[in-house]
């Protein structure tokens, strides 16, 4: 079983850059497909970007296609979105997920484990 917990949400202008990490325990990190997923208040929950076990495949919603980019590295047990040039509608809670699934997937309810979120505001 995979503990998750995400890091670096904050409140920024619009245009500039934040980077959310998501730190997992156990051993079995590099056996994960990782997503990241955010829901904005009154919205629903919406898939963000995915990257395969070994970091080789991603997928992006297309919103952020060119501003966020998704990484990990298995020795730190930890995957991380670099989000630039933030605009106002990317507001939300993000959350952190781990599916263990052979290929990148975009869909919530294959994803077995989630952090508890973390606040990103962009102010315009």
């Known amino acids: 079983q995979a503990q998750l917990v995400e890091s670096g949400g904050g409140l920024v202008q619009a245009g500039d850059s934040l980077r959310l990490s998501c730190a997992a325990s156990?051993?079995?990190?590099?056996?994960?497909?990782m997503g990241w997923f955010r829901q904005a208040p009154g919205k629903e929950r919406e898939f963000v970007a995915a990257i395969s076990r070994r970091g080789t495949v991603t997928d992006y919603i297309d919103s952020v296609k060119g501003r966020f980019t998704i990484s990990r590295d298995n020795a730190k047990n930890t995957v991380y979105l670099q989000m630039n040039s933030l605009k106002p509608e990317d507001t939300a809670v993000y959350y952190c997920?781990?599916?263990?699934?052979?290929?990148?997937?975009?869909?919530?309810?294959?994803?077995?484990?989630w952090g508890q979120g973390t606040q990103v505001t962009v102010s315009s």
């Open positions: 156990g051993r079995t990190f590099s056996s994960y497909v």
């Open positions: 997920a781990a599916a263990t699934r052979v290929v990148v997937t975009t869909t919530a309810e294959e994803y077995l484990y």
